[in-house]
């Protein structure tokens, strides 16, 4: 494996070295899940052969990977790859020069931070690569095998995701043969969402629609078929993409509450899969998104602000920029910040980090709906658009609407509705082509095709002499 700068439960960077997968696999963080889980909580070091002895073992070292995900502030799935993906685009910004790379896209290789974008999701990947190959090496029972399996594919298909999204070529690492791997070349983007593609279909056949736990923190099939109907509208695979999203859509457990402010709650009945809150270094924490941009008081410096251009492109009657931004005045200066998460700390928790939601299954609908050249499917795109819209209590758009209108509707209801989310404006503007065309304006700073491209970090490049830069 080649995990070039690791980081430590701080989130500190630490010297670069090689990991040997099965060791990364089993460091797990330990945290508390048996009242809900019905298993022993995560084990923080296991060896191998006992990591899978039997069915309480087996699952705790599966909700590693989860632990891993949110355990600890400033990991790519704990909030970290949606804010410096949010600063890239121009979702929002941070009011201070860490992140100035990123807020005028500036990318270099020795960038800060993006080594992170590149060893946590390997690390991730690490895992589900050693969940199955130890459940199918073990006696655990079939269901048991089926389930685990079945969330390790997704959890890898999930991290696979986002490393091609931001690097375009990555190596696939499919099991913990250290050697092999730390020499693996790049695979083409298209090979790459073939894997991710085949692990999801593995997936939904693997999971059970009913969530295993009390809470929507183990993906189920719902939850694998969200992702799955994701990937095929980013290989724009429209017939399936919505075929795959009203299956979603079409779940009654699922739904888009009237109310905004009770999206993001840890009992949603809009989320789909939603990362257990298991900090253990900061009390009181929900999630870090939550803590790192909600202010500390009612006169501190709202350290995330929404972009400017952003909040204009808002209807005055938008509920989601009324509910899900606040506006703080700091040295008489009015800013609007981020505030989907509405807590630093609650105790006990309210929030989780919510993964995956109804929202966005209408907008893949509606964009796949708007792309095959259909009349009557258009219209069908417009209304679910609408469902958005109505809640949101914006005016609602006309369904005589033409295809290219329609998709600019769509990109503009994403970059509403997911705002701040999982680094969605930036990938929609770049697999739609649309990044300099609007970035130029928006960032105001000369943003060319060239800014597209997400650098591999020197260290990760250091690793493995069969790494080559993002081209």
């Avoid at 509450?257 to 929900?286: M, R, Y």
Wanted: glycine share 4%.
């Amino acid at each position: 494996m080649f995990l070039s700068a690791t980081t430590n439960k701080k989130g500190l960077t630490m010297k670069a070295k090689f990991i040997p997968l099965y060791i990364a696999a089993l460091s797990i963080t330990s945290v508390s899940c048996k009242k809900f889980l019905d298993a022993d909580p995560p084990i923080n070091v296991t060896a191998a052969a006992d990591a899978f002895k039997d069915e309480r073992i087996a699952t705790s070292t599966a909700l590693g990977m989860y632990n891993t995900m949110n355990g600890f502030n400033s990991q790519f799935a704990s909030g970290f790859l949606s804010i410096l993906m949010s600063i890239t685009a121009d979702d929002y910004y941070l009011g201070a020069a860490s992140y100035d790379a990123y807020k005028d896209n500036a990318l270099l290789p020795s960038t800060g931070f993006l080594d992170r974008m590149w060893s946590q999701p390997y690390g991730v990947i690490g895992q589900a690569n050693n969940v199955i190959a130890g459940v199918e090496a073990s006696s655990l029972s079939a269901a048991v095998k089926t389930q685990l399996i079945g969330e390790a594919k997704f959890v890898r298909a999930f991290c696979y995701f986002y490393l091609v999204n931001m690097f375009n070529k990555v190596p696939l690492v499919q099991d913990n043969d250290v050697f092999k791997n730390n020499l693996l070349p790049q695979s083409p983007k298209a090979d790459v969402y073939a894997f991710i593609t085949k692990d999801l279909v593995d997936a939904v056949a693997n999971l059970g629609d009913t969530y295993v736990s009390a809470e929507r923190v183990r993906p189920n099939k719902k939850a694998a078929q969200a992702l799955l109907a994701r990937v095929y509208l980013y290989t724009e695979k429209w017939d399936l993409a919505e075929a795959t999203a009203s299956l979603v859509i079409g779940d009654t457990r699922y739904k888009i509450p009237a109310d905004l402010n009770t999206v993001f709650l840890k009992s949603s009945e809009e989320a789909i899969w939603q990362l257990l809150t298991v900090n253990t270094s900061t009390a009181g924490v929900n999630t870090w998104e939550g803590f790192s941009m909600v202010p500390t008081n009612a006169t501190a410096n709202p350290l995330y602000r929404v972009y400017q251009t952003t909040l204009d492109a808002f209807a005055s009657t938008d509920k989601r920029k009324l509910d899900w931004t606040k506006e703080q005045v700091f040295n008489s200066v009015s800013y609007r910040y981020p505030a989907k998460y509405k807590y630093r700390i609650a105790t006990p928790v309210v929030e989780y980090n919510t993964v995956l939601r109804l929202a966005e299954q209408y907008l893949i609908r509606a964009e796949a709906r708007a792309n095959q050249n259909n009349a009557a499917k258009l219209v069908q795109a417009v209304e679910d658009l609408n469902v958005l819209r109505g809640r949101a209590d914006v005016t609602l758009l006309s369904t005589s609407l033409l295809k290219p209108d329609v998709l600019l509707a769509v990109e503009n209801e994403r970059r509403f509705e997911l705002l701040g989310e999982w680094g969605h404006r930036w990938f929609d503007l770049v697999r739609t082509n649309r990044a300099v065309q609007v970035l130029s304006v928006t960032k105001n700073n000369g943003f060319t095709a060239s800014d597209m491209l997400i650098p591999i970090h020197v260290d990760i490049l250091k690793t493995n002499p069969k790494l080559k830069p993002n081209d």
